[in-house]
């Protein structure tokens, strides 16, 4: 019989040295022992550690493996339900508090037990297959377990809510390796088990993930389908925010800008400013930076900009507000991989700007430098070397030839140079951005 061990024996090392034990004795068909020895670890951690700790689910599986070698398939049964039950809790413990690595371990190990105690027929199999796709940094692998996952779900569930999130995982992975039809066809897919829920934020949630799909595969009329299909939605919500409204209005806006729609998509404008005027007031700072993004659809259709509303801001508070809300709108959407709708806001922040002036000539800069950065980002490597060089030619000119923030522009200006194929280029603007660095030690 085991005493309890001193604290420092309490460790995880310790556990592992008992279960080795076990397992010995397992091999040496001591089976008696075997489970004496697993029951009496069981119970001290249990007391230690707390009956949801993982140590306790490899205990509890090994001693399932003695049931089963022993032919006590109810002992079998029931004590491998609860080790999987803890692996999947503590996994999930630990992907929802961020470690993804852990938890990508623990949900690997849910699943061998998974595997070999059940035929995954079960709606718990399809969500450990859908939770490691997750985690697991192989997007690749990632792709193979969301299949695994929804073939799983359709097999056996009913429950189109729990379907419709692993259809949108999958999906989600397709998109991020470039097989945009793929993904378009699971989300369709999604959406038409959303609509048989008939619950309109499944739906819209389906709608939002749809319109930068269709937009990398440049079908801008079906994804103004989706918008102006999205906006009715919203719109019968009474007690829809006010910013959900206003993306989509925006969203199906840009895309009629960007087809050469510009009245379509100046009168669309119009209507949200309305919106907003009515909820905001017409002095607020955000009413003026609309007016700015509808003067620039002006100016492409060669009309007089609308006069904006005056605010109480002054000049250059106001330019680094409306700059610092730009920038947190595009990094938002950057992160959804939204990249479109992200340059598209800082297109319009940057247009706005070009006219500034002293001090928020840096502000302007910047701007403009991070518009580059997401079209990199975006591998459009000819936008990204444009709007660099319009960058570097502003900062020259606002702060001279020796500025250190050139050293930054134009390193990234040589490095979509060098990823271009003109190493002879890259090398020489290196260079000169090593030669200003020189000039500001420390």
């Not at 993982?54 to 002992?75: F, G």
């Not at 088990?193 to 269709?214: F, G, H, Y």
């Not at 801008?220 to 919500?237: H, I, M, S, T």
């Not at 459009?380 to 030839?401: M, S, W, Y």
């Amino acid at each position: 019989m085991l005493t309890d061990p001193p604290h420092h024996r309490s460790s995880l090392l310790y556990w592992q040295a008992m279960l080795i034990l076990a397992d010995y004795y397992r091999s040496k068909y001591e089976m008696k022992r075997a489970a004496e020895l697993l029951s009496c670890v069981l119970m001290q951690q249990e007391r230690q550690l707390g009956f949801d700790h993982y140590q306790c689910a490899e205990t509890l599986w090994l001693s399932a493996c003695v049931a089963r070698d022993l032919q006590k398939n109810e002992d079998f049964r029931q004590l491998s339900a609860r080790a999987l039950g803890i692996f999947h809790r503590c996994a999930e413990q630990c992907r929802l508090g961020g470690d993804r690595r852990e938890a990508e371990r623990l949900y690997r190990r849910a699943l061998a037990l998974g595997r070999d105690i059940l035929p995954l027929s079960d709606k718990l199999g399809s969500v450990l297959l859908n939770n490691l796709g997750l985690c697991c940094q192989s997007d690749q692998e990632a792709l193979l377990l969301h299949l695994e996952a929804v073939a799983l779900a359709d097999e056996y569930s009913p429950d189109y809510s729990h379907l419709g999130v692993l259809l949108k995982n999958l999906a989600a992975v397709h998109f991020k390796l470039g097989s945009f039809e793929q993904a378009e066809a699971e989300l369709l897919r999604a959406l038409s088990l959303a609509e048989k829920e008939q619950q309109d934020n499944s739906v819209l949630d389906c709608l939002t993930r749809i319109v930068p799909v269709l937009e990398r595969q440049r079908k801008f009329a079906p994804a103004e389908d989706v918008c102006k299909r999205a906006l009715g939605l919203v719109e019968r919500q009474t007690r829809s925010a006010y910013g959900e409204l206003s993306s989509w209005t925006n969203q199906l806006a840009r895309l009629r800008f960007e087809q050469g729609r510009f009245v379509e998509a100046e009168l669309t404008l119009s209507r949200v400013l309305r919106y907003f005027e009515d909820l905001l007031g017409s002095d607020h700072k955000e009413i003026v930076a609309m007016h700015d993004q509808l003067a620039r659809i002006r100016r492409v259709q060669g009309k007089t900009a609308l006069p904006a509303p005056a605010v109480s801001l002054q000049p250059s508070e106001f330019v680094q507000s409306y700059a610092a809300g730009a920038l947190a709108s595009a990094n938002d959407l950057r992160a959804h991989c939204r990249y479109g709708e992200a340059i598209a806001v800082l297109q319009i922040a940057v247009s706005s700007l070009q006219t500034c002036q002293g001090e928020d000539c840096f502000t302007f800069v910047d701007l403009s430098y991070n518009l580059a950065l997401l079209h990199l980002e975006s591998n459009n490597f000819e936008q990204a070397e444009l709007t660099l060089r319009q960058t570097i030619n502003e900062a020259v000119q606002a702060f001279g030839q020796e500025c250190p923030l050139l050293v930054r522009y134009i390193r990234v200006y040589g490095r979509v140079l060098r990823m271009t194929g003109r190493l002879a280029e890259s090398q020489y603007f290196w260079s000169c951005a090593e030669a200003i660095d020189q000039l500001w030690p420390g």
